[in-house]
Structures are given as C-alpha cells and as structure tokens.
C-alpha cells in the first residue's frame, strides 16, 4: 500500500474523535509551549519593572501582524495541498507549498526592512508611550530580525498539519519554545541584559524552531519544497491568499484591535497597560486550546470534504466543539479562582493587580464561547467558502470587539477596557451558532466549489 493510500485510509476510516485528538493534541501542545514562552518574556521582563512588561504587549500587537500575513499563507497552502493529496495530484501539492513558502520567506524579508526603518512611528503607532519606548524598540527591533524564519515555519508548521503530521510540528516549535525559556532565564536573570535579552532569546529560539520544521518536512512530508515548483501562474498564489484570507482578517484585526487597545488604555498608565499585556497573554494561552483542537479538526474536514464523506465532516464538528468545551473549561475555571494569584506571579504591583485580576476574570468567561466560533470558522474556510470564513473571522476582533471597546470605554472607563473582549466573544459564540445549524441540516457537499 502507498503512502498516499495509507494517509487516504487514515483521514477518512479512522475513528473521527481519536483523529481529531490525535491531530488536536499535537497543535494544542504547540500552541501551548508558544503561548508559555511568550507568558515567560512577560513574566521575565516582569521583573524589571512595568514599562519593561509594558513593552513586550505593545510588541504583541507587532507580533500579530506578522503572524496575520503567515497564517494566510500557511492555512491557505495548507488547505489547498490537502485537497490535492486527496485528489492523488502530488505536483500541485508541491506547487501549493512551494509558492507559499517562499512567498512566506519574501514577505517576511520586506516586513524586517520597512519595519526596522520606520521603528519609532510603528511602536507608537501600536500604543507606545514615551517610557516604553527605549525598551519596545529593542525587543521589537528582534521580532522584526526573525520575521522572515517566523513566516516560513507558519508555512511548514501548518503544511505538516494538513498533511496528518501534526506531531511532527509540534516537535519544531515545542524545541524552540522550550529553548527561548531557557534563554530569557539566561540573558534576563543571569546575564542582565533586560529587554534586549528576552527580544535575543524569541529570536534565537524561532530559528531553531524554523530549522527543525524543515528539517521534519523534508523527511516525512508528502508535498516537497522546491525553487524549481514555485508556480509562475499568480492565479496559484491568488488561490492560497483567498483561501488562507479568513486567518489574515483573524490575525489583522487582532492586531489592530489590540493596538487600540493600547491607545485607549494609555491615559490610565503604565501599569494599566502592563495588567492588560498580562491578562492578554493569558487569555491568548486559553484561547490557543481552542484553537488547537480546531486545527486539529482542519485537515479532517478539509479531506473528507473534498473526498465527499460529509457525514464525517458533520459529525467532526460536533466532537470537535465538545472537546473545545471540555478542554477550555478545564483551564478557564482555574484562571477564574485564582486570579489574583497569577496576576502576582507576573507583576507583583498592587495597582496591576487592581486592574488585571477582574479582567482576568472576565476574559476566562468570554473564552468558554470560543468552542463555538473556532470549529465553525475553521469548517468553513477548510472547506474553501472564504465569504462566510471571512464574516466570522472579522466578528471576534473586529466587527463586534472595536465598537464594543469604544463605547464601554465611553462610558466605563478602565471597566470597559476589562470587559470589551468577553462581551465580544460572547456575542460571536451567539451569531455562530446559526451557521453550525445551517451547515449540519443544510450542507450537501462542495458541488459548488472548484
């Protein structure tokens, strides 16, 4: 039996609540090590002072944009090379993948240089104030030095996703995640070279992680990476970019979101601004739960769909945002009891902890709806319907969240700074649950699709 064969056998027979924690699994812990070295800068960083933390979550912002572009690129090859695997066509898997990643690696090339020039006004721009900035710029001045491998792995981390070798990816980037601990232990505490330090240490660390996936892709993946299978026909690229366009307008919008953020918390101050970097981090670590199952639902709907067993694709659905629930409840409930006590293990000020322990709270709460935005969204752009992946990427960060900010900010203050991102995710988990009901009675395949 052929690789191919056996992938085939595997995506579609395979009992479908084992495949999707077997694909789930391996992301979430992925997504997890990523979230935990970025929680260990803040919480290094933390030690300095609260311009010093301030700074890595106007960086986070930074961070977001980049990592829009990467997810664009990565789910939307990954998409597309999961459908050509499943219709036996390996040369377009190898074009799908190649276009992307060097694309990835272009983008990533352009964003350092225009980044570096334009430093000043971008770290303001993101919601710096004029004691943040001295550090800010150096950590960011590292984030945009590794922008180009962090592009690439996005590629390689998701095509080995969508290719059932998720565990594999999680090698890659749990090494890297475990090495930039280690190295904000070193070049913060050991050797006191602050900001900086952390910003040596994220970079150096996503390197290694880069190596690693291509490494691990170049030995196990089905789709190969070539200069030579670089489509020279845009419409290849264009594909991609629509496809992957729903996790650009995700990544974006939390990107733009969170600089508003900023901007609207900076009149309270510093440790205002360094409550909610913490609160951020630590929600983003809840949320990657979600998010881990879901892409590990990915690859599943996207191959049984495009093989045509949509009783699968239905009933992955359902396990998916079962386990989502299971999964974001076991660690949200926690982060809701002891709030006050993690918020000290960041920053132990009294004034961040006045802000931060209540949005803490309130952010755990908005995240248990994350179990029915996240599989849907993912269904319906692994799917290939971009439009409606689109409308429900845009609700959480965007759509409903920027009007949310402003007018509970109007009216309530730092309260409404606390509260603006539960109510939003609220609200998105509601508006999904018509488009889950929609897909599960009303879908009859993808004879509408290319």
Not at 217 to 235: C, M, P, T, V, Y
Not at 371 to 379: K, R, T
Request: proline share 4%; glycine share 8%; charged share 10%.
């Amino acid at each position: 039996m052929t690789e191919a064969q056996i992938y085939y056998n595997k995506m579609t027979k395979t009992p479908l609540t084992r495949l999707i924690v077997s694909l789930g699994i391996p992301t979430t812990i992925s997504m997890l090590i990523t979230n935990i070295y970025n929680m260990a800068d803040t919480y290094f960083v933390g030690t300095l002072g609260e311009s010093q933390q301030a700074a890595t979550g106007i960086l986070f912002a930074l961070q977001a944009i980049i990592q829009a572009i990467a997810f664009m690129l990565g789910q939307g090859g990954g998409t597309m090379v999961s459908k050509a695997l499943a219709d036996s066509d390996k040369n377009a898997a190898d074009r799908y993948v190649s276009t992307a990643f060097f694309t990835s690696i272009a983008v990533g090339s352009l964003f350092l240089i225009v980044g570096l020039l334009s430093l000043n006004p971008l770290l303001y721009l993101l919601g710096s104030t004029k004691t943040i900035l001295p550090h800010a710029r150096q950590y960011g001045a590292c984030v945009l030095l590794s922008c180009p491998v962090v592009m690439g792995s996005f590629v390689l981390n998701n095509s080995l996703r969508y290719e059932g070798k998720a565990f594999y990816a999680m090698i890659g980037l749990v090494s890297g995640g475990l090495i930039n601990i280690l190295g904000d232990y070193l070049l913060v505490m050991v050797f006191p070279l602050g900001v900086l330090g952390a910003g040596i240490a994220t970079a150096v660390s996503q390197l290694i992680s880069f190596i690693l996936l291509l490494v691990f892709f170049n030995k196990k993946a089905q789709s190969k990476i070539s200069l030579s299978a670089i489509s020279r026909d845009i419409r290849v690229l264009l594909v991609i970019m629509k496809v992957g366009f729903p996790s650009l307008i995700r990544q974006s919008l939390a990107s733009i979101s969170h600089g508003m953020l900023n901007n609207l918390t900076r009149p309270f101050g510093d440790a205002a601004i360094a409550a909610m970097s913490v609160v951020n981090r630590i929600s983003a670590f809840v949320m990657c739960v979600g998010l881990g199952i879901g892409q590990g639902y990915q690859p599943v709907a996207s191959f049984n769909y495009q093989a045509g067993e949509y009783k699968r694709v239905k009933l992955g659905l359902l396990v998916t945002m079962g386990i989502g629930m299971v999964c974001i409840s076991f660690i949200s409930v926690p982060c809701v009891i002891f709030s006050k006590e993690i918020i000290r293990i960041f920053q132990d000020s009294a004034q961040v902890a006045k802000i931060g322990v209540p949005a803490l709270k309130y952010a755990c709460i908005g995240t248990m709806f994350l179990s029915l935005s996240v599989p849907i969204n993912m269904l319906y752009q692994s799917t290939r319907r971009a439009g409606i992946a689109s409308f429900l990427s845009v609700l959480r960060s965007g759509l409903l969240f920027i009007p949310v900010l402003l007018l509970t900010t109007s009216f309530f203050g730092i309260l409404g700074i606390e509260i603006s991102q539960p109510i939003a995710d609220i609200l998105t988990g509601l508006i999904s649950i018509p488009f889950i009901l929609h897909f599960l009675i009303k879908d009859k395949g993808p004879k509408h699709l290319s």
